[in-house]
């Protein structure tokens, strides 16, 4: 057995989101030394349950395997038929088991990417990973698929002009007002995840949950029993937080202090004063 080569598998196996369980079952596949095999992984999200088949392959006349995909199907409680695709697995651009599971749930990934090229033509045209990178959401199309049956992906760039630092600040969520847990938050959403937060309404706190939704260019917010949120409550907490902010401006510019003049260093001053002391 190529040690070396159990070794990267190994650890490429683990680092895509499978864990070591499949470790012992990957050394006795290779030391049979079969043209291909294929590795199952199966686990639950929630109360979504997945299977994942994995490929493996190594070319004619040589011991090295390559972990080239993987197939993922979720069964979800809510929906009848199973939801398939094939995540190929490269040097670059390659999705997590979690990210993949997220995508096939709706949900979208926020990615660095490496941009592709085209490479031929025809039926024998293929893209090649360049230098160039980028980072866009990524959101399967459940409309439209591939020849090979996979969902299209759609991507969604910078350019876009979906920032979810200013989309979240829109909400009365707690956690945003602590550093660490506002970064944790933020990279859960990248990930695509349904995150658990807290909402402040008049002085109370209440769980719920919220997902990017780049497409549309906001968050979808979903009650604690991960019921989506009806638009006309989100559209009173808009209306609640555009009237916080309004009062707010008006006794702003009501003030001397801060409108102009002297007095509105001095005011500065006194209030950086009280900040540090």
Request: net charge positive.
């Amino acid at each position: 057995m190529n040690q070396k080569n159990y070794d990267y598998l190994k650890d490429q196996v683990k680092f895509t989101g499978f864990g070591d369980s499949l470790e012992n079952e990957l050394m006795e596949k290779i030391k049979q030394q079969l043209p291909e095999f294929t590795l199952q992984h199966q686990r639950e999200f929630g109360k979504d349950n997945i299977t994942a088949t994995l490929h493996f392959k190594k070319p004619e006349n040589s011991e090295v395997y390559f972990f080239n995909r993987y197939d993922l199907s979720v069964n979800q409680p809510n929906n009848e038929a199973a939801v398939n695709q094939t995540f190929f697995i490269g040097r670059e651009n390659n999705f997590t088991l979690k990210e993949a599971y997220n995508m096939l749930a709706g949900r979208a990934v926020y990615k660095e990417l490496n941009k592709l090229e085209k490479i031929g033509e025809g039926n024998t045209a293929y893209y090649q990973p360049t230098d160039e990178k980028y980072k866009a959401w990524v959101q399967l199309d459940f409309k439209n698929t591939e020849d090979n049956g996979n969902f299209k992906m759609k991507y969604f760039h910078d350019n876009y002009g979906f920032d979810l630092k200013a989309k979240l600040a829109e909400y009365p969520i707690k956690e945003l007002n602590n550093e660490e847990e506002r970064k944790n938050l933020l990279q859960s959403l990248e990930k695509g995840n349904r995150q658990s937060v807290t909402f402040i309404r008049d002085g109370k706190e209440q769980k719920q949950f919220i997902e990017a939704s780049p497409q549309y260019k906001s968050i979808n917010i979903y009650d604690s029993n991960n019921k989506r949120v009806r638009k006309t409550q989100k559209q009173d907490e808009d209306t609640s937080r555009q009237t916080q902010e309004k009062s707010k401006k008006q006794k702003q510019e009501q003030s001397p202090d801060e409108e102009s003049g002297p007095g509105k260093a001095a005011k500065r001053s006194r209030k950086a004063k009280q900040g540090i002391s």
